[in-house]
């Protein structure tokens, strides 16, 4: 702390002088105390975050989702692992980083951590958040819409009045035909062939798998 005190002489211009290198002292020790304080107008003013995402290995990894916990902003990784928020941030913020195949990762970001010139550096590391089960489920539709632009754009339709044939799988039918693969639940359908060598299923010319 600097005590400005007012001198005791008699000479007006001594005075001046004195008073003027009070307040160029002053001046330095503000300078040095605000760049004493890295990031300081990081943090008055705000950051545009970003950064990039690498695995063990030094490997970018793509498509991991990046939340601002504290914020509604969220943002992804690039096929170079980079990502950016749009907008500026203000520190201090709580970053998440979610990936599958991935363990998350909670990075804490302030004015003192945050580089300006690299921006966030992140590694993951592989973790067991793999997904266990697909559940699949299908219903049958009626109807169906078509963009038939010779009809004026999308209408409603019938299955019974499209111009090609459509077997229907229902319930009864699965449930009677007790079949254990794919192939043989269909392979009695019109238009179905099943290849005897291979796995593969082709339904009106056009092979699966």
């Given at each position: 702390m600097i005590v400005l005190l007012k001198p005791n002489l008699g000479n007006p211009k001594k005075r001046k002088i004195i008073l003027m290198n009070n307040m160029m002292k002053a001046l330095a020790f503000a300078l040095?105390?605000?760049?004493?304080?890295?990031?300081?107008?990081y943090a008055q003013q705000g950051v545009a975050?970003?950064?990039?995402?690498?695995?063990?290995?030094?490997?970018?990894?793509?498509?991991?989702?990046?939340?601002?916990?504290?914020?509604?902003q969220q943002t992804s990784s690039n096929a170079q692992g980079e990502f950016s928020f749009t907008g500026i941030i203000s520190f201090p913020v709580q970053l998440r980083a979610d990936a599958i195949g991935y363990k998350p990762v909670l990075l804490d970001l302030n004015a003192a951590s945050w580089n300006a010139k690299k921006g966030v550096r992140l590694l993951m590391v592989a973790g067991d958040n793999t997904l266990d089960e697909v559940l699949v489920t299908g219903r049958r539709n009626n109807s169906y819409l078509t963009n038939?632009?010779?009809?004026?754009?999308k209408f409603a339709g019938k299955l019974k009045d499209l111009p090609q044939s459509v077997a229907v799988l229902?319930?009864?039918?699965?449930?009677?035909?007790?079949?254990?693969?794919?192939?043989a639940l269909v392979q009695d359908l019109a238009g179905v062939t099943e290849a005897s060598s291979y796995d593969d299923v082709v339904i009106r010319g056009f092979k699966s798998g």
């Open positions: 040095l105390t605000s760049a004493s304080v890295p990031g300081a107008v975050l970003f950064g990039k995402i690498q695995d063990e290995n030094g490997d970018p990894i793509a498509g991991v989702t990046l939340t601002l916990v504290d914020g509604q038939d632009m010779e009809l004026g754009g229902s319930k009864e039918f699965i449930e009677d035909k007790q079949a254990f693969t794919t192939g």
